[in-house]
């Protein structure tokens, strides 16, 4: 039998990868922190989704709405204030900022879960961009739709509920399938507030093992998996509701 | 209810369905309407005509209040709907309308366009809904189109379709807002007809339009409307033979 020669790189490789990868079941690094990752994207998705419609409507309502009593256009000017604050604030400084002063300061001297932090911050961060996305939907739905609501004897929230919000949504679904796929990356920042996700994971092995390459590029690609599997679902979802009105 | 500051009584054989007072409407520096006067009864087919810019789609849209009034008031079946007091979506309900630009719901099939309003406003079940919406497209002659989407209707199916939205309500009185502008020259006559149509029924009707020729056929009054005032009211042949102010003679030497 003669030998067959394994090339180099192949031994090196494999050797690498033992040593970061299986050696120590060092693999759990990775596997946990996707899973911090994913819960906390998929928590903060659904905040931001919440945060968002609510800003946004809050926000169209204000410069739409006509007829109302003083009460309730008083009430309006003091949220849409709310809203723009918080709009300006959150869209104007950095979202590690924002994570690190929600974990050391407001909740600086309360034991809480990290995860539910990272939660609290990149939900409230990415409702921000959502309102304005959304916004811009509801912005964009053409006027009469809005009026043919209101002849018909609808009231406001109801031609926002049946009309409105159904257009709106086939509109943004791209902005915001985008705003979620930037998401699910800026969560790699949670190690900031010492949170073991998917990155700190992989920054982890590496420390350890002295070896930048392997858990680096590990990381790098599970991240890309994950987007390129988010982008399909979105052009999925995005062809069926243009299907519906075919 | 007389009580109420802004009812009053109302008997729908003697007194005007809409009764228009003073209507004043402002749209920034634009002095859009300046002190509109109307009574439209039970029955009236009221086209409205005029120069564009005369106020005349801003009047129509003030009668079910898609423009807020800046004076003046509108009476719909004894109650002032101008007042800020008054629930406007209620009497909305009432008054149907129809736009120049259609304005179909492009996610609903013509099905929950129609039935979308009657189901959740009326509380009318979903057969009872549809029963009335087949009935009412089969008149229009658009009962085989009930599962299609709006975009893939002709703009006269459309218009048709958003008439049937509005009637699917059972409004006292139809509002058009120029109905048949946004159409290609072939589809204004399906259009048209079905108007005839709803007009031969004794429907309350508000118009308006550009076509004169079917002002002069359909319209029990026709109204003349220059920079934001009525400037006559009269029966069509008077209105169209026997002009009285020297600015409908102009406008009508120019449009006829």
């Known amino acids: 039998m003669p030998d067959i020669a394994v090339p180099q790189f192949l031994i090196e490789f494999k050797d690498a990868f033992y040593l970061n990868f299986i050696k120590d079941n060092r693999w759990k690094y990775l596997v946990d922190g996707l899973s911090v990752t994913l819960r906390i994207t998929f928590f903060a998705v659904l905040i931001g989704i919440v945060l968002g419609f609510l800003v946004a409507i809050i926000r169209a309502t204000h410069d739409k709405v006509g007829r109302t009593t003083p009460l309730i256009k008083g009430t309006l000017s003091v949220l849409n204030f709310v809203c723009n604050v918080y709009l300006t604030v959150i869209r104007g400084t950095p979202v590690v900022v924002q994570l690190l002063i929600i974990y050391f300061v407001i909740f600086g001297s309360v034991r809480i879960d990290k995860i539910i932090v990272a939660i609290l911050a990149f939900g409230i961060n990415s409702g921000a961009y959502v309102a304005e996305i959304v916004r811009g939907g509801i912005m964009s739905i053409d006027q009469g739709q809005f009026e043919a609501g209101r002849s018909l004897g609808f009231n406001y929230g109801q031609t926002m509920w049946f009309i409105i919000i159904p257009q709106t949504l086939k509109n943004v679904l791209p902005a915001l399938g985008n705003e979620f796929i930037v998401l699910l990356k800026e969560t790699s920042v949670a190690g900031y507030i010492a949170l073991a996700d998917l990155t700190k994971g992989g920054d982890i092995i590496r420390s350890q093992t002295f070896s930048a390459y392997m858990p680096l590029i590990a990381v790098a690609l599970i991240y890309l998996v994950m987007v390129i599997a988010l982008s399909r679902l979105q052009k999925l979802l995005e062809r069926r509701m243009r299907s519906r009105d075919k | ?256």
């Open chain 2, 1 to 256: 209810m007389t009580n109420n500051p802004y009812m009053k009584p109302f008997n729908p054989e003697t007194d005007p369905l809409i009764s228009v007072r003073d209507l004043q409407k402002n749209f920034k520096d634009l002095h859009a309407l300046k002190g509109v006067d109307l009574d439209i009864y039970q029955g009236d087919v009221i086209f409205v005509v005029g120069p564009s810019g005369s106020g005349k789609s801003t009047f129509l849209r003030c009668l079910n209040c898609l423009e807020e009034a800046d004076g003046g008031e509108i009476f719909f079946e004894g109650v002032n709907i101008t007042n800020r007091n008054v629930d406007i979506n209620r009497h909305r309900q009432k008054m149907g309308m129809v736009f120049q630009q259609f304005n179909l719901f492009p996610h609903m099939t013509v099905m929950k366009n129609l039935t979308q309003a009657p189901i959740i406003l009326q509380h009318k079940s979903k057969e009872e809904a549809e029963a009335e919406a087949i009935k009412l497209l089969e008149r229009v002659g658009l009962a085989d189109r009930a599962d299609a989407y709006p975009n893939q209707l002709s703009g006269g199916q459309k218009q048709r379709i958003a008439i049937v939205r509005a009637l699917c309500m059972k409004p006292d009185v139809m509002l058009f807002d120029e109905p048949t502008s946004a159409l290609d020259p072939e589809m204004v006559g399906e259009v048209l007809e079905v108007m005839r149509d709803l007009a031969k029924q004794k429907m309350t009707m508000v118009v308006v339009t550009h076509e004169m020729a079917f002002a002069r056929e359909v319209a029990s009054k026709v109204v003349f409307m220059a920079e934001g005032k009525i400037l006559e009211v009269a029966p069509p042949d008077v209105f169209f033979n026997n002009p009285r102010t020297d600015r409908l003679k102009s406008f009508l030497e120019k449009v006829l």
